[in-house]
């Protein structure tokens, strides 16, 4: 198995609109499995859908070495090619001092030569200069390749790698030109969901074009020589190992083109310990009868007419929490289990004053905009948490969002926060019945333990 990894020398370097070129046009050839550094869920849609197996996070803030190990094995199994996606620029982590949440600290820990896309706008021998302090700054990362992003022109082009090959010897494998209108199509919390664009047959073309273009002025094989040779994983790793249990019930998830923020050993996990999960469509859909549930995040906002019109599915909700079945809420599942979602001033095509009634299971209300709020959360189950565990156990994850929840006073949470920012600075996970709704998305490998309490107060049988 080959392994790189593709990194940018900033936010906004292109190397995403680039890896999501490179994994499509390999995945034509090979079985390609990609990642994502960070706990971004938008990015990893598109790698996704143009290689067809699901793109998995990794994140060394999150994650103990063990858990990145077993993570990237369980998703490697039967592949050809590992691809990782770094977040933001190369060296950028959760603190100024140190390479925690890094993608350096990634590409440390599974050895993989990097691909550094720099942006080289307007620059030439500076490119040279940029990348040779990208090489000192750590000795234990090995640059192996330069893709040059957002060139203009032969002359251009030639400077910079003349400077490059001269001053840092290492290969240039690509120069992108700068095509003007040719970006992913963004929105307030990123790229707009792959799952959410395949509807649309125009943003598939521009997808379509934006492979097209990238591949035609990169040298894959050159790539692929520069890879890693690595050992293809041969056996499960205990975290994702069946457990041998069958048939201990039904989650049903959340997941459509309102609600698609989810990582994807979410799922690996809960089928690992029996369960079967039933994917359903809070827009169009009824609620399909499941011993649990699970909203992730999205965009409610943006679907909230369709939403509140289907009063069916809000009136199953309601009962299913009356009934004390075991849900979890994240973000954007948060928001649609408040009383409303209200637009307080024009906002990313959300007009003023715009009100959606939601599904009134929490005690709260939803405004946007606010201050974004992106952020690690770390903390703990509180006593409030409503399923089954003896003590406190960690919860783990990201938060990322522009809207605010305003609960009523005296509700109770679920959550405590040493870090990161809740529904308060202290405070997540709003506990009603035995739901929570938290803006906290919970990685559930660093996060196994509260997982595991939620299915277990799922079990179809509670004496199996």
């Known amino acids: 198995m080959k392994g790189f990894l593709i990194s940018g020398d900033r936010s906004g370097s292109g190397k995403t609109s680039i890896t999501l070129a ?87 820990h599974f050895q993989l030569p990097i691909i550094l896309v720099i942006d080289a706008r307007s620059i030439t021998q500076s490119a040279a200069a940029l990348l040779m302090g990208f090489m000192q700054f750590d000795h234990d990362i090995r640059i192996a390749g330069v893709i040059l992003n957002n060139v203009r022109g032969e002359k251009h082009i030639r400077k910079a790698t003349e400077a490059i090959h001269h001053f840092c010897h290492v290969p240039v494998i690509g120069a992108i030109p700068r095509v003007d209108n040719l970006d992913l199509t963004m929105r307030h919390l990123g790229l707009v969901p792959f799952e959410e664009g395949l509807k649309d047959q125009p943003f598939l073309d521009r997808v379509s074009s934006i492979v097209e273009m990238i591949c035609s002025h990169l040298d894959l094989d050159a790539l692929l020589s520069l890879s890693r040779e690595m050992k293809a994983p041969d056996r499960i790793p205990d975290l994702f190992a069946v457990s041998g249990l069958s048939h201990q019930g039904t989650i049903g998830i959340a997941r459509d083109e309102a609600f698609n923020f989810y990582y994807a050993d979410l799922f690996s996990l809960i089928e690992s310990q029996g369960f079967e999960i039933e994917y359903f469509s809070p827009v169009h859909d009824v609620l399909p009868d499941a011993d649990g549930y699970w909203f992730g995040g999205g965009y409610p906002e943006y679907y909230g007419r369709e939403l509140e019109e289907n009063q069916s599915m809000i009136e199953d909700i309601r009962n299913a929490a009356r009934d004390h079945r075991p849900v979890i809420a994240e973000c954007g599942g948060l928001m649609y289990l408040c009383r409303e979602i209200r637009i307080m001033q024009d906002f990313s095509g959300l007009s003023a004053g715009t009100v959606f009634q939601m599904a009134d299971v929490l005690p709260a209300r939803c405004t946007i905009p606010k201050k974004r709020i992106v952020t690690y959360v770390s903390g703990t189950t509180t006593p409030d948490f409503p399923f089954e565990s003896n003590k406190a156990v960690p919860v783990k994850g990201h938060a990322f969002h522009y809207s605010t929840v305003h609960p009523d006073e005296g509700v109770s949470f679920g959550y405590e926060l040493v870090r990161g920012f809740g529904i308060d600075a202290t405070h997540d996970g709003i506990v009603r019945h035995r739901v929570v709704g938290s803006y906290t998305h919970i990685h559930p490998v660093p996060s196994s333990a509260l997982l595991y309490s939620f299915l277990s107060a799922c079990k179809a049988d509670p004496l199996s």
């Open 22 to 108: 490179i994994a499509a046009a390999l995945a034509k050839r090979w079985t390609v499995q990609t990642f994502k550094v960070g706990m971004d869920y938008i990015d990893p849609s598109y790698l996704t859908g143009v290689t067809g197996r699901a793109c998995r996070n990794l994140d060394s803030f999150v994650m103990n070495p063990d858990e990145l190990s077993a993570v990237f094995d369980h998703a490697c199994m039967g592949a050809d090619i590992a691809i990782v996606e770094g977040v933001r620029g190369l060296y950028e982590g959760a603190e100024s001092i140190g390479d925690i949440g890094s993608t350096a600290s990634i590409a440390k």
